[in-house]
C-alpha cells in the first residue's frame, strides 16, 4: 500500500512537470513566412484551436505553403492565402476533408494582427487562411482564430497596400516563398 501511494504520489508530481512543458512548448510554436515583401512571424495558440494549430503546422512541415500566392488582398480588412490553385476555391486539410470550427465567444476579432482559417460557411476549414489588418468584430464565432502575427507586420502592411484588381487580387503576385517552423 504503502509502495502505491509513493508511486502515485511521484506520477503526480512527473505529470505536473512533464506536461506544462508540453503545453507551453505547442503554445511557443512560431511559424515563420517569407513573402516576397518580407518576413511574418505568426504564433500558433493551441490552447484555443488545436485541430486548426496541427493542420496549419502539418501543411507548413509538408512545405504545402510554399510558392502559393496571396489570391485576396482587402485594403482595411485582411490578406487571404493557402489555396494551392491560387483561385480561393480549393486546399485542403491534413485530414483530406474540410474539419470543424473551434470558435469561442470569449476569442474575439478584437485587434489587427490575427490569424484565422477561411472558410465557405460552418464546418468547411481546409488549408486557406487569412491575416486581419483592423479589428473585425463581424466575423466573431463564423472564423477560427488559431494565432496571432508576432514579428513583421510591416510585411503585412507591405501585401495589404499593393494594388488589386476589382476582385481584390493583388496585380503583381504576393506569394509566400517559403514558410517553415522556427
Request: hydrophobic residues 40%; contains cysteine.
Amino acid at each position: 500500500m504503502k509502495g502505491q501511494l509513493l508511486c502515485f504520489v511521484f506520477s503526480i508530481f512527473l505529470t505536473g512537470m512533464v506536461y506544462p512543458a508540453i503545453l507551453k512548448a505547442g503554445e511557443n510554436t512560431i511559424v515563420v513566412l517569407e513573402t516576397s515583401q518580407g518576413i511574418i512571424e505568426l504564433k500558433l495558440m493551441p490552447d484555443i484551436a488545436p485541430k486548426a494549430c496541427e493542420n496549419f503546422k502539418a501543411l507548413v512541415e509538408k512545405g504545402y505553403y510554399d510558392g502559393i500566392i496571396f489570391h485576396r488582398v482587402i485594403k482595411e480588412f485582411m490578406l487571404q492565402c493557402g489555396d494551392p490553385a491560387g483561385t480561393g476555391m480549393g486546399g485542403n486539410s491534413i485530414w483530406g476533408k474540410p474539419f470543424e470550427d473551434e470558435v469561442r465567444s470569449d476569442v474575439r476579432f478584437d485587434r489587427k494582427g490575427l490569424l484565422a482559417m477561411a472558410n465557405a460557411g460552418p464546418g468547411t476549414n481546409g488549408s486557406q487562411f487569412f491575416i486581419t489588418t483592423v479589428p473585425t468584430p463581424w466575423l466573431n464565432m463564423k472564423h477560427t482564430i488559431f494565432g496571432e502575427v508576432v514579428a513583421g507586420y510591416d510585411t503585412v502592411r507591405k501585401i495589404e497596400n499593393t494594388k488589386t484588381d476589382a476582385t481584390n487580387r493583388p496585380l503583381a503576385e504576393q506569394k509566400i516563398i517559403k514558410a517553415y517552423i522556427k
